[in-house]
């Protein structure tokens, strides 16, 4: 079963990747406003062609 | 702040939609027609080319990797670009992706029905367009990466995380997966055998449904449905617990698909708990899409794009409750092998992916070329069609699967078992036909879906390059006099992490497995001996013809199957099998022991049965394999095949690749003099024969002392 300790490695490699990912993200704030990016995704492209057209 | 004008790529979006359409309708008329293989069995298996081994592996990559990765694409370069505020990081990159992509789509639907194939489920491509999907890979992902180091967005929302897990994981499943010793331009063995083999393929498949199928799409849900709706999601919140919890949990759960077989106790259990866990995230997820539309529900009368939506999110709901109960090892010891999975696989594939896909389609066509929609009408024929469709497939399947498993486990009262297998396909027969049926109108919505895109890309004018503005991302952190070195990588975790992964896992990998899994490969079991070389050839036609598709090679220990197949498989009968053979459906018997005890059959009935197995076996669906009468083995490869399984620890003596061809023309000819006496005369140099005798081989070695 010497495959298990390969699979364990890469498992244990992709998950600490995440981890990894996981402590940056909530170091470097990307965690800390939890309600503004689910509206903001709202508010695009659209708008500015029209303010393009004022212009 | 200074806003900066740049403009969207548009067009790249539109090629993978196109793609997602064209492959999306090919891939489930390869399904369709794999349907109703089962029911007619001998108009539709069309030899060699087109028979069901062939052409089950062509559904499932094409309507994997085809449709459903197509779909990611474009869902993924459509939403990226807007949630990060920048265009793609290369034109000349996303060409090549795209093209590259459609490129190993159209390999694969050549050399899969040439049988050219590792028989490893879902990754069933040979060598050279593994080496293609890492490339394009990496293009993709270099590709996203580079965009989102220039973002304008200094917040990741949570859609590009899946994007990014997705890139992740796959590469590396792919890379551990795909390890495999090429012995000719289009033949290739596994690096591992066996128990181990089974460990990584399923390590992989059931990866692959997490991370192709699910994060990837879940990304896209996180985007497109609040955009449908146009409301937040119900909770930010809980769509970043949904994410971390789903990916730390999914990556352990593979062991699930090898309950109560020879695989070591610990690792099922492990697999088991944390395939239980995977509820909550997943039901997380479905609850979050579900309640975004909250208050919105008048909508969804209204709005073609959030039913199908609506129904693709239920869909996630139900194939993530069914997955965990089936990990138990009571509900799995009965729904193991039988159609009842087909019915699983397909609530997901049919209702989460194909669903999403066509909302998406839905939402974003009229978008990129600036119109409306071509006929809501239609699109609403097609919601309703693709509904029932899944409603038609899957409720025969799941009601058939049951029927099924309880005949194969039904005792009469004296203790014998109460059916023939025969007899359970023959019950299949009507299920397949109506799920045949539920294939066909989900395939009609599609069409219709198609007809109705094309409508509408031909009354518009794609908006190749749209115009946007944003201002620049704002410096967070400038470098001051006499900081640390490694500053530097913590100001770029991501691209430093990934390299870092890539760097870690290649290296290790080629240090580890060639010694560690050839040392392992001793045999635990003395009577165990490598297959002679009409064996390997035979098995080599075995793995070709898609044998796996239908019969399983694994006794799993119960009393209905080892009074059925025989003595239960043992780890150490597997050690020289690259790949390994254990299957994942039982649309024929298990062949574990097909060569031993009481299923042992003559070599005339072997002979007789590839021939024409209705002959024999009335009501039989397997197909005609007649043409390995006329083809002749093609033993040249023989003196390449014994080095290269040299090379992966079976011990054949150092010189036998020279001498191999004259053993297997002895075993041929004792083979056809046996056929001979039965008034069958074949040359022994035809590939019915090394078949013959993989199928003879099969089992025997635990019964000789």
């Known amino acids: ?55 | 702040m200074q806003v900066e004008s740049f403009q969207y790529d548009n067009k790249t979006v539109r090629n993978f939609a196109i793609a997602t359409i064209i492959w999306g309708v090919v891939g489930m008329t390869v399904g369709l027609w794999v349907a109703l293989q089962l029911v007619f069995p001998t108009v539709l298996n069309l030899q060699p080319y087109f028979n069901f081994g062939r052409i089950r592996p062509l559904h499932t990559n094409a309507v994997i990797f085809a449709f459903v990765g197509n779909a990611m694409f474009m869902g993924i370069y459509y939403s990226l670009q807007r949630l990060l505020k920048a265009r793609m990081f290369s034109d000349v990159l996303s060409t090549i992706h795209f093209w590259g992509w459609q490129l190993i789509i159209v390999a694969a639907a050549i050399t899969l029905p040439l049988g050219f194939s590792t028989a490893k489920e879902y990754a069933e491509l040979e060598w050279p367009i593994d080496i293609a999907i890492t490339l394009i890979w990496v293009v993709f992902g270099f590709n996203m990466f580079a965009t989102i180091i220039k973002r304008r967005e200094r917040h990741l929302y949570v859609a590009v995380w899946f994007y990014i897990a997705t890139f992740v994981t796959v590469a590396v499943l792919h890379l551990v997966n795909s390890f495999e010793l090429p012995v000719t331009l289009f033949k290739s063995y596994s690096w591992y055998a066996g128990v181990q083999d089974a460990l990584v393929q399923w390590w992989y498949g059931h990866n692959a449904v997490a991370f192709f199928l699910t994060t990837p799409f879940l990304g896209l849900m996180y985007y497109f449905l609040p955009k449908a709706a146009n409301r937040p999601v119900f909770s930010y919140k809980l769509s970043i617990i949904h994410f971390w919890a789903l990916i730390f949990l999914y990556i352990w759960a593979g062991p699930h698909h090898l309950l109560y077989t020879a695989l070591p106790n610990w690792a099922q259990s492990l697999g088991i708990v944390f395939s239980f866990m995977l509820i909550f995230p997943s039901w997380g997820g479905m609850i979050n899409g579900l309640l975004t539309l909250r208050g919105a529900w008048d909508k969804v009368r209204e709005e073609v794009v959030l039913k199908f939506m609506v129904v693709a999110v239920t869909a996630y709901g139900m194939s993530t409750f069914e997955g965990p109960m089936l990990s138990l090892k009571s509900i799995n010891a009965v729904a193991h092998f039988s159609d009842w999975i087909i019915a699983h696989v397909h609530i997901g594939g049919l209702g989460w992916n194909g669903m999403l896909t066509f909302g998406i389609l839905y939402w974003l066509i009229p978008r990129i070329y600036k119109t409306q929609l071509y006929s809501k009408k239609l699109a609403n024929i097609h919601f309703w069609l693709a509904t029932l469709g899944i409603l038609f497939y899957a409720i025969p399947m799941y009601w058939a699967g049951w029927q099924q498993v309880s005949m194969w486990k039904q005792f009469t009262p004296s203790g014998q078992l109460k059916y023939q297998f025969l007899e359970t396909v023959t019950y299949m027969a009507p299920f397949y036909a109506m799920r045949a049926l539920g294939g066909a109108l989900y395939l009609t919505g599609a069409i219709i879906g198609m007809v109705n895109y094309f409508k509408t890309i031909g009354q518009g004018t794609l908006q190749a390059n749209e115009e946007a503005q944003a201002p620049a991302l704002e410096k967070a952190y400038t470098r001051h006099h006499g900081e640390h070195w490694h500053r530097w990588i913590e100001r770029r975790p991501t691209p430093f992490l990934l390299l870092s992964l890539v760097v870690i896992l290649i290296g290790g990998l080629v240090e580890l497995v060639p010694t560690f899994l050839v040392k392992s490969n001793i045999p635990t079991i003395s009577s165990v001996k490598p297959y002679t070389p009409l064996e390997l050839q035979g098995r080599d036609i075995y793995t070709r013809e898609g044998c796996y598709t239908c019969h399983s090679q694994m006794i799993r220990p119960f009393i209905s199957e080892t009074e059925r197949y025989g003595e239960y498989s043992k780890a150490g009968e597997f050690v020289y099998d690259h790949p390994f053979q254990w299957g994942s459906k039982r649309t024929g018997p298990d062949l574990a022991r097909e060569g031993a005890g009481n299923l042992k059959k003559s070599n005339t009935w072997h002979y007789n049965h590839l021939e024409e197995p209705n002959a024999i076996s009335t009501g039989s669906v397997m197909p005609s394999y007649s043409f390995l009468i006329d083809h002749n083995l093609d033993t040249s490869t023989t003196p390449l095949k014994i080095n290269a399984m040299r090379t992966l620890g079976v011990p054949y003596a150092a010189d036998y690749a020279s001498k191999a061809n004259q053993d297997l023309m002895i075993q041929a000819k004792g083979i056809t003099d046996d056929l001979n006496k039965d008034g069958i005369k074949v040359p022994p140099n035809k590939e019915i024969i090394a078949l013959i005798a993989y199928l003879q081989r099969l089992g025997t070695d635990i019964t000789k002392k």
């Open chain 1, 1 to 55: 079963m010497g495959v298990i300790v390969i699979l364990i490695i890469a498992s244990v490699l992709v998950a600490g990747g995440f981890l990894l990912a996981f402590l940056w993200s909530v170091k470097t704030g990307q965690m800390d406003d939890d309600y503004t990016p689910s509206v903001r995704i709202l508010f695009e492209d659209e708008l500015i062609i029209k303010k393009k057209e004022i212009l």
